[in-house]
């Protein structure tokens, strides 16, 4: 009932204002945060040209299909197939791949370097708040021993991926699902490690964590759940 006047009436409101609002009319928050972001739309003079928060972005779209990589025959044990072959069937489902390959966050793949890392980052502080939001950069999740996981230890990759304990000593990894990935059973994630470890290594440095304030000169997208600071 709402909308429309949301939509129409309040010309005045920035785009993130009208987010607000429109998150207000389905229930999400609650009717105080509504009449505090119409009274910040009401004192903005009426000439005042509204910040565009969303201006140097573009919409993407959702990506194909991700197959994993296939792996490498002969680079484990026959005794290892069906752990191997579970392992691409998990990371498969737990769309390891749609984050971890190149491409893949705009909705185009590189599928050469499946699993390889990205350089296309994800966002992990509000992009709508500041011009210069921290970006992370997911990880090259191929064998090699300089810019993959190679090198890790079993223990590493295990705790990067059910605690996001990952190269950023003393910070969590944002926005990898790890959360979820907390209850795979230890089968499971030795599977996941044991194909890890089977397919191609590639050789690709994903781009350095980008601080918070600090430029991005590679792109990135955002997703995630930002806290108001209203009380
Ligand atoms: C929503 C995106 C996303 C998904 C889905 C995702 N990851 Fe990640 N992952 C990341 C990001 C971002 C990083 C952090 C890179 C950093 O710390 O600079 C990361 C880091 C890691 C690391 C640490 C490696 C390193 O070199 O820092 C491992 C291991 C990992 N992911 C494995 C996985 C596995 C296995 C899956 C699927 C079960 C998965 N990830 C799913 C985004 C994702």
Known sequence: ????????????????????LEAVVSNIYPILLMASVLAACATRT????PHDPLQDYAEVD????????????????????YQVERGEYLVELLGCGACHTDGALD?????????????????????????NPGVIYPANLTPDEETGIGAWSDIQIERAIRAGLGRHA?????????????????????????YLRSIKPVSYKVPDEVLAGEEAEHPFVYFGVYRSHIE
């Open 170 to 194: 003393g910070k969590q990894i944002a926005a990898m699902p790890w959360q979820g990935y907390a209850k795979l059973s230890q089968e499971d994630m030795t599977a996941i490690v044991a």
């Open 1 to 20: 009932m709402c909308f429309p006047i949301c939509k129409t009436e309040l010309s005045g409101c920035t785009i993130g204002e009208r987010l607000i």
């Open 62 to 81: 959702a990506a194909t299909i991700l197959d994993a990589p296939a792996p490498v025959p002969g680079s484990f044990a026959p005794e290892h197939l």
């Open 107 to 131: 909705g185009v793949p590189d599928f050469d370097r499946a699993l390889a890392g990205s350089q296309i980052g994800i966002a992990y502080s509000n992009p709508l708040g500041a011009d």
């Open 46 to 49: 009426v000439n005042e040209a």
